[in-house]
């Protein structure tokens, strides 16, 4: 009896994807389970097929082979065999994931791709670098050059990076040609894959460089200068081209990223490019108003003034004396918000004097009053 489409059997779409996919299987699992159906074969046998449909469209390898030879992807029989499929043969499942990675390696990742990404000898682009560096807010503020000291690969000066001794050179590997790679047939399949006597590189070394072991590149500390401009924020990332490790046999440098974190400020808080500075000032010069001196995040001072009557929360602004914008000419602002100090320790005249004040004072707090009128009503409506 010939198969059912895999497609069919979960009554989707060719194009589903893979939640519509699985969806599809977990409904029909419910139906066909034989918890459920109580030792029913026809059910069985459905729920089997249920299985074998979804283990296949649910790999997105084996689902794009399906979608290509059908069935015939997944059987028995070697090409040519009378009244046999033109199939992978006995054997498919041992070499199903080199053939997988042939076909589909450049966009899957597979080996094959990252094989044929080498150059000829072996030569490989090094790995990017991360350092992390902190900077203090005032550092982001003012910009700076800073030195860091970075541990990698560099190209070994002894053999230039070839990985062969002085005097000699890498020879081409008489197994694959130079190539890195050897084939083998499979089916009707071309199988690529790494040469094991050169590793895939193309390229043999008989006397490998004493000093870096035939790698072509030795691990030594480098410092290097950063600049750091004006305005960075906390994780601003900070790419160093080429100051990555060395590659492998004379490849490229991989680049150098270095993440910038900047320390939280004793005065200062950030958000973008404004600045933000709580102040506490003192209860007469809330009542009575006055000037104050706070400090600036280029080290100078700014004077403020502060009207009578000002309460706890009232913010301040400072026109461009924020933060730089990024490659920008432009500055932030600064907030200045107040914070109203409620004297302590006081003398037996000043608690007299604040008696005589509240007594001769009996209006002058109208926000205070404003609640606790309406906390009265809110009572008021709870006894009624």
């Known amino acids: 009896m010939a198969k059912r489409d895999y497609y069919e059997v979960l009554g989707v779409p060719k194009n589903a994807d893979e939640k519509a996919l699985k969806t599809a299987y977990r409904n029909l699992a419910k139906k066909l389970h034989p918890d459920a159906n109580h030792g029913s074969k026809e059910t069985d046998a459905k729920f089997k097929e249920l299985n074998e449909a979804y283990d296949v469209l649910k790999d997105p390898q084996k689902r794009a082979a ?16 009378p009244g046999g499929a033109a199939g992978f043969g006995p054997d498919f499942g041992s070499s199903m994931s080199d053939i997988f990675e042939d076909l589909f390696g450049d966009f899957m990742g597979g080996g094959g791709g990252r094989q044929r990404a080498r150059g000829r000898g072996g030569a490989t682009r090094g790995s990017d ?3 992390n560096l902190e900077i203090s807010l005032t550092e982001a503020y003012t910009g700076k050059t800073a030195q860091v000291r970075v541990p990698s690969s560099v190209t070994c000066e002894i053999c230039k990076g070839s990985g062969a001794k002085a005097g000699t050179a890498p020879k081409t590997c008489a197994i694959c040609h130079g190539s890195g790679v050897v084939r083998s047939q499979s089916g009707f399949f071309t199988v690529e ?29 480098r410092t290097l200068s950063v600049n750091i401009p004006q305005g960075v924020e906390d994780g601003t990332r900070i790419r160093l081209a080429n100051e990555g490790e060395a590659g492998l046999r004379g490849g490229p440098q991989g680049d ?6 900047v320390r939280p400020h004793e005065f ?21 108003g006055g000037d104050i001196e706070v400090p600036t995040i280029d080290g100078k001072k700014a004077r403020v003034s502060i009207p009578e009557g000002t309460q706890t929360g009232k913010q301040f602004r400072l ?8 490659r920008s000419s432009q500055h932030g602002d600064m907030y200045i918000q107040v914070a109203v100090e409620t004297p302590v320790n006081l003398t037996r005249r000043q608690r007299e004097i604040l008696r005589e004040f509240e007594k001769d004072s009996p209006h002058n707090s109208p926000e205070s009053e404003g609640f606790f009128a309406k906390a009265k009503a809110f009572w008021d409506g709870f006894g009624g």
């Open 66 to 81: 399906y979608d290509r030879f059908g069935h015939q992807a997944f059987e028995g029989g070697a090409a040519g065999r």
């Open 193 to 221: 894959r790494a040469c094991h006597t050169c590793g895939g590189r193309g390229q043999v070394i008989a006397d490998p460089c004493t000093a870096c072991g035939g790698q072509g590149r030795v691990t030594k500390d």
């Open 319 to 326: 026109k461009s004396k924020g933060m730089p914008v990024l």
């Open 129 to 131: 670098l991360r350092y």
């Open 268 to 288: 200062f808080q950030r958000d973008g490019a404004d600045l933000f500075c709580k102040v506490p000032i003192s209860m007469p010069t809330a009542v009575l």
């Open 256 to 261: 150098l990223y270095i993440f910038l974190s």
